[in-house]
C-alpha cells in the first residue's frame, strides 16, 4: 500500500526507531596506523613537539591510578528489582580504572546509571565518558538507541556530577551558550590541521590527504593520536574543563586561539580526539539535533527518578507515559525559554511540572517563531481550514523582527534566526515610544521590517533593504528608512500570551499598540471564510508591493506555535500557480569557473540543502540561471573569500559534480524551480523518499540572497522530501500505484 507523507516523515523523527543512514565510522585502535607517513617520532624527540599542557582541573585519582595490562573481567551483580543477573564493569569499586574508562558502555542493556558511572566517587565527568556515549551513539544505527545511550549518560550525570550537566548538554549539540548568544568558535579547518602536525609531529600533507580520503579530519585527528607514543600522558580532560576552554578558545584570536587548541589537543585521549576536534569544526556529526536531546534529557530524568526500582533498560517500557509527559513539559518549557543554563538547574530541582512557570518567557530572550507551511493555491488552503474561522494577513517582503521590550524600557530586536538585529535598527529604536498606548511597560511583538520610500510612502522591494548596513549602525547616517508591519503580540506587561488564540493576541495588539505613518503599522488583514474574496484580496496584496497572504486560524487551533512550521499558518505566494509552491533556501557549496561572457567569474554554483538529523549538506542541483552580470560579479568576489581546500568532510555529493572551487557553507540563496525530482546523482534527502536516490531541483533560478538565515536555517532534507512528494504527479503516480495494488488485492 501507498506509504503516507507522514509516515515517511516519521521515519525521521526522533520519536521512532527507524535505522539511520548508514554511518562508516573507521575502527580506530592502538595499532592504527596512518599510511604514506614516515614512523612518528615519540613527542619527546622534538623540543618543537613536546606538550605544553596547561594546567586544569586534574581528576586526580585517574592520574595517579597505574595503568592495568590485564583486562577486568566484568562482575556479575543482582538486579533487585527482577532477581536476574546484571553484568556490570567496575560495580562498588571505590576506584576506577583505565578499562572502566575506556569500556564505558552507556548502550549496554545491564548498564546502570550510578553504578556505572566509574568518576562516581570524584564527582568530576571525565571528558573521555562523553567521548565514548558520542562514540557509541556514533555507531549505533536506530534513532531511539541513540537517544536511550545518551539518556543513560545524562542520568549518570544527574546522579554523579550533576554540576556537569550544563556543560554535557552544550557540548552534546555542540553549543557554547544559548543560541541568541552567538558565540561560536570559528576556528578554521587549516588552523586544527596544524595544531595536529604540532602535537602528533605529521606533515600537513599528509593530514589534509588524509582528510580528503576520510573526508573527516576528527577521524584523522584521532588516528593520529592513538598510533602516537608518548613518552609522557597529560592529565585527563574533564567535562567542564573542556566546555569551559572551548569558550575560551571563541573568545581569543590568533597565536593565543591556535595554542590553546594544541595544549587541549594533546591531553586528548582516544576519542577524544575526535569529538574534540569535531566540537572545534562545528559538526559532531553524531546525529543528536535539540529535539533528540531534549527527549534523552527528559528520558534521564525519568530514569532518574525510577533508580532504585527499574533497570535503566526497561524505563522506556514500563514508564512510557510518564516519559511522554516529561519530554512534552520539557520541550514546550524550552520553546518559551532556549536557555540550557535556566532549565537544567530547573529540571534537577524543582518537580518537572512546575517547569514551565520557573522557566517562563522573558523580553531578551528570543523566542523560536511560528513558522508557515507552503500551499499550491486557495483551494489548498480551504481544504485544509474547512470551516475554522480565519484571516488572511498580506505576507510582507522584508526581514522577520521580533521587538523585546523589557521592563527597564530596553529594546532588543531578534531576526527570524534568534540573532540580536538590535544594532542594525537604532532608528526603530529611537522612536519606539510612538508605538505605544497606554500603560506599556514589557512586550514582545512579532513583524516584518520592510524598505519604505518616505515620499511616495510605500514599500520598497526586499533588495533595497538588503543594503542597509548590518553592523553599527549610525542614525544619522542611514539610508535606507524601514517601517514595521506588526502581526502579533506574543508577550504584553509580564503576561505570556502564547497561549492565546490569534483573535485575543490581536484584540490585546489593538489595544496595546497605535499606528505611526510610515513607521509603525499593523499587517493589512482580511477575515473572511469566502474563496473569491481570498482570490481578491491576494490579488491586492500583490499590488501593494507583498508577497502573497498568510492565511492564519483565529479561534480554532490558533495559539503561537513557537518554533514550529505549523498547519495553521499557511502561506499562499504569487507565484502559487507553479507546481512546487514555494521557492527553496539552499547553500552555495561550490562554483564553477564561468566560460565565454562569463570568463573571469563563477558561471556556475554548487548547491546544497542542510540535513539536521546528520548534519550534512547535500547537493541538490547546479545552477547557473536567473544571475545578472553584476551579481555574479558580487558573488564571485563574496564565495571567493571563502574558498576551502578541499570539499568540507560534512558535504554529501558524487564525485561527478566536484566544482572548480569548494566554499565554506556561508551563505543562503533563495532558488525557485520547476519541479523536484529524483536524482542518481544528489543526494538531497536521500534515504527519505528513497534509499539510494536523492532528490535534485529542475531549471533552478536564483532569486536572491538569504542574509537573514544562516546555513543550517536552509530548506532540510525532511522539507525537500515533502515538497517533492507534495507534488501533484507524484501525488498522482502514488495514486495510481495504490490503485493498482488494490485492484491487484481484488483480483
Ligand atoms: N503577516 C505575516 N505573518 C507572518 N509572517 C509574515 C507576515 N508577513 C510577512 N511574513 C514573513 O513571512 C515569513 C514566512 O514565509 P517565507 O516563506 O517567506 O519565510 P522563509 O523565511 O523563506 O521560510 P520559512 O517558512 O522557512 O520561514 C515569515 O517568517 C515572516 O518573515
Request: glycine share 4%; aromatic share 8%.
Amino acid at each position: 500500500m501507498q506509504k503516507s507523507i507522514t509516515s515517511f516523515f516519521k521515519k525521521k523523527s526522533d520519536a521512532t526507531d527507524s535505522p539511520s543512514p548508514p554511518k562508516k565510522v573507521p575502527k580506530i585502535d592502538a595499532k592504527t596506523e596512518l599510511p604514506d607517513e614516515p614512523h612518528i617520532k615519540s613527542e619527546s624527540a622534538s623540543p618543537e613537539t613536546k606538550p605544553k599542557v596547561e594546567p586544569m582541573s586534574v581528576d586526580s585519582e585517574e592520574k595517579t591510578s597505574p595503568v592495568k595490562n590485564v583486562k577486568k573481567e566484568p562482575k556479575d551483580t543482582v538486579d533487585k528489582t527482577t532477581d536476574k543477573k546484571v553484568t556490570t564493569i567496575g560495580l562498588n569499586s571505590t576506584s576506577a580504572s583505565k578499562e572502566d574508562a575506556e569500556n564505558y558502555d552507556p548502550s549496554a542493556d545491564s548498564y546502570h546509571p550510578l553504578k556505572n558511572a566509574y568518576w562516581k566517587d570524584k564527582k568530576v565527568t571525565p571528558y573521555l565518558a562523553l567521548a565514548r556515549t558520542f562514540q557509541v551513539i556514533e555507531e549505533t544505527k536506530g534513532r531511539l538507541k541513540m537517544i536511550d545511550t545518551l539518556s543513560n549518560f545524562f542520568c549518570s550525570v544527574m546522579l554523579v556530577s550533576p554540576e556537569d550537566l550544563v556543560p554535557s548538554v552544550y557540548l552534546s549539540i555542540n553549543q557554547l551558550a544559548p543560541a541568541y548568544e552567538g558565540l561560536e568558535l570559528g576556528v578554521a579547518e587549516t588552523t586544527l590541521m596544524k595544531a595536529i602536525c604540532k602535537a602528533t609531529g605529521r606533515n600537513l600533507a599528509h593530514i589534509k590527504s588524509q582528510t580528503q580520503l576520510i573526508g573527516d579530519l576528527g577521524i584523522v585527528a584521532e588516528q593520529s593520536r592513538v598510533s602516537q607514543r608518548m613518552m609522557f600522558q597529560p592529565a585527563p580532560l574533564n567535562v567542564r574543563d573542556v566546555f569551559r576552554k572551548l569558550r575560551e578558545i571563541a573568545k581569543i584570536s590568533g597565536q593565543s586561539k591556535m595554542d590553546l587548541v594544541y595544549n587541549m589537543f594533546v591531553a586528548c585521549r582516544l576519542s577524544e580526539a575526535r569529538f574534540f576536534i569535531r566540537s572545534l569544526i562545528g559538526k559532531l556529526r553524531i546525529g543528536i539535533a535539540e529535539q533528540s536531546l531534549l527527549t534523552a534529557l527528559a528520558i534521564g530524568l525519568v530514569k532518574k527518578n525510577h533508580i532504585d526500582d527499574c533497570k535503566a533498560s526497561k524505563v522506556a517500557e514500563v514508564y512510557k507515559d510518564e516519559i511522554a509527559d516529561t519530554t512534552l513539559l520539557l520541550k514546550t518549557a524550552y520553546c518559551q525559554c532556549p536557555n540550557y543554563d535556566i532549565i537544567i538547574p530547573a529540571i534537577l530541582k524543582y518537580d518537572i511540572k512546575e517547569l514551565q512557570e520557573r522557566c517562563p518567557m522573558h523580553p531578551g530572550m528570543p523566542l523560536r517563531p511560528m513558522l508557515a507551511q507552503p500551499t499550491k493555491g486557495v483551494h489548498e488552503v480551504f481544504e485544509r481550514f474547512g470551516g475554522m474561522q480565519i484571516t488572511c494577513e498580506w505576507k510582507y517582503d522584508g526581514e522577520r523582527a521580533q521587538i523585546h521590550r523589557n521592563e527597564k524600557g530596553e529594546i532588543s530586536i531578534f531576526s527570524r534566526n534568534s540573532e540580536n538585529n538590535t544594532a542594525k535598527y537604532p532608528d526603530l529604536i529611537a522612536r519606539s515610544t510612538g508605538l505605544l498606548k497606554g500603560d506599556v511597560k514589557s512586550y514582545i511583538i512579532d513583524s516584518e521590517i520592510v524598505a519604505w520610500d518616505v515620499e511616495r510612502k510605500q514599500i520598497l522591494p526586499f533588495q533595497v533593504l538588503s543594503t542597509r548596513k548590518r553592523k553599527n549602525v549610525d542614525i544619522e547616517e542611514i539610508k535606507v528608512q524601514v517601517c514595521v508591519y506588526i502581526f502579533d503580540l506574543l508577550y504584553i506587561n509580564g503576561t505570556a500570551l502564547v497561549t492565546k488564540n490569534l483573535s485575543e493576541r490581536r484584540k490585546l495588539m489593538l489595544e496595546h499598540f497605535q499606528e505611526v505613518e510610515g513607521e509603525w503599522k499593523f499587517a493589512t488583514a482580511l477575515d473572511t471564510n469566502d474563496i473569491d474574496e481570498v482570490q481578491q484580496f491576494l490579488e491586492e496584496s500583490i499590488k501593494g508591493n507583498c508577497e502573497g497572504l498568510m492565511v492564519k486560524t483565529l479561534d480554532e487551533e490558533a495559539t503561537y506555535e513557537i518554533a514550529k512550521r505549523s498547519r495553521n499558518w499557511l502561506k499562499l505566494k504569487k507565484d502559487y500557480l507553479s507546481n512546487v509552491g514555494d521557492s527553496l533556501d539552499l547553500v552555495v557549496i561550490g562554483g564553477y569557473k564561468g566560460k565565454g561572457r562569463r570568463t573571469g567569474t563563477y558561471g556556475g554554483f554548487l548547491l546544497a540543502c542542510y540535513d539536521t538529523e546528520n548534519e550534512e549538506y547535500q547537493s541538490i542541483c547546479k545552477i547557473g540561471t536567473g544571475f545578472t552580470d553584476e551579481d555574479l560579479q558580487t558573488h564571485s568576489e563574496f564565495l571567493g573569500k571563502h574558498v576551502t581546500s578541499a570539499a568540507k568532510s560534512y558535504y554529501r555529493y558524487d564525485p561527478s559534480l566536484e566544482p572548480d572551487h569548494w566554499f565554506e557553507p556561508v551563505q543562503v540563496w533563495e532558488v525557485k524551480c520547476a519541479d523536484l525530482s529524483l536524482s542518481p546523482i544528489h543526494r538531497a534527502a536521500i534515504g527519505i523518499v528513497d534509499g539510494e536516490r536523492g532528490i535534485s531541483l529542475r531549471f533552478p533560478r536564483f532569486i536572491r540572497i538569504r542574509d537573514d538565515k544562516n546555513s543550517e536555517n536552509a530548506t532540510d532534507a525532511n522539507q525537500v522530501a515533502h515538497m517533492y512528494q507534495s507534488q501533484d504527479q507524484v501525488k498522482n503516480n502514488q495514486k495510481s500505484s495504490t490503485q493498482m495494488e488494490m485492484e491487484d488485492e481484488f483480483y
